[in-house]
């Protein structure tokens, strides 16, 4: 039992979030992103490699040699990197999608690949980053209890295909396990809501405050499981897609049928467009 009040709770919620995107490795340390063209994409400070680093990094490192199924990384003779906390002249790396992606690591840097559909890129952290510091705090409307909303989670017979714009504006198509239900206003509501692997309720929602308060294509949610199993939709803890703090996330949005036609002032504001 807490003694803490709903509004204690919601306050010390978004406090945590704003020191969380200003972390190691966070969204703002995210400095860079390179897709990679079969053959070989040399590494290092120089502008004329393909995975350009900063400026306190050698010229050239190496070289990550992309074969159309996996990633290779090989350095430059004399030189190593530290992969996953083992220094190496070589390694083949698993992606950000695998259950142990392979992570390199200099001087202040991080970087990973990333697999998207049929594309592999590297992804580049830089905790020298002064942005980790520097970003302005998040912003949140007023916390409004009315925006707390219980619901109850609906599995699909089978998990239903469903298309989510991402940011270059394409649509990729990902299986939905279920869906929620729930009333405002007098009317009923319905969203698709995925169930993660960590058993946890994950919802991209859009609705008309994007237009000029929050951010422009839709916010994400983790619904509150309660005892019961019952849901609740705390729009209080609605939160803006890493895309609203890097130029280099490759985030996914809300589905068409989770576009809500009724505002929700509640949750984290966007006053940067």
């Excluded at 972390?23 to 995975?51: I, M, R, T």
């Excluded at 209890?145 to 940011?167: C, N």
């Excluded at 504006?169 to 729930?182: A, C, D, L, M, N």
Aim: aromatic fraction near 12%; proline fraction near 7%; charged fraction near 25%.
């Amino acid at each position: 039992m807490t003694d803490k009040t709903y509004r204690q709770i919601i306050e010390e919620w978004r406090k945590e979030r704003n020191e969380i995107i200003r972390q190691e490795n966070s969204w703002l340390a995210l400095a860079g992103l390179y897709w990679l063209k079969l053959g070989k994409n040399q590494f290092g400070s120089d502008p004329k490699n393909e995975v350009q680093l900063p400026e306190r990094i050698p010229a050239s490192v190496g070289a990550f040699e992309y074969n159309g199924r996996s990633v290779s990384l090989r350095t430059n003779p004399g030189q190593k990197v530290m992969v996953n906390d083992a220094m190496t002249d070589f390694a083949i790396l698993q992606p950000d999608i695998s259950e142990a992606p392979s992570y390199i690591k200099m001087d202040g840097l991080q970087m990973v690949v990333i697999q998207r559909g049929n594309k592999m890129g590297v992804r580049m952290w830089d905790n020298q980053s002064e942005k980790r510091a520097s970003f302005p705090a998040r912003t949140w409307y007023a916390i409004d209890e009315v925006f707390r909303i219980l619901t109850v989670y609906t599995p699909y017979d089978r998990p239903k295909m469903a298309f989510f714009p991402d940011l270059t504006g394409e649509k990729s198509e990902f299986p939905v396990e279920g869906y929620v239900i729930f009333e405002f206003d007098g009317r009923s509501h319905k969203l698709d809501i995925n169930k993660e692997d960590d058993e946890t309720f994950f919802l991209r929602f859009w609705d008309p405050t994007s237009k000029d308060e929050t951010y422009p294509t839709g916010r994400y949610l983790v619904a509150d499981i309660q005892p019961d199993g019952t849901l609740i939709l705390d729009f209080n803890k609605a939160y803006n897609p890493p895309c609203a703090f890097t130029d280099f996330a490759t985030c996914v949005f809300a589905p068409e049928q989770n576009h809500l036609d009724f505002r929700v002032p509640a949750g984290e504001t966007s006053p940067k467009k």
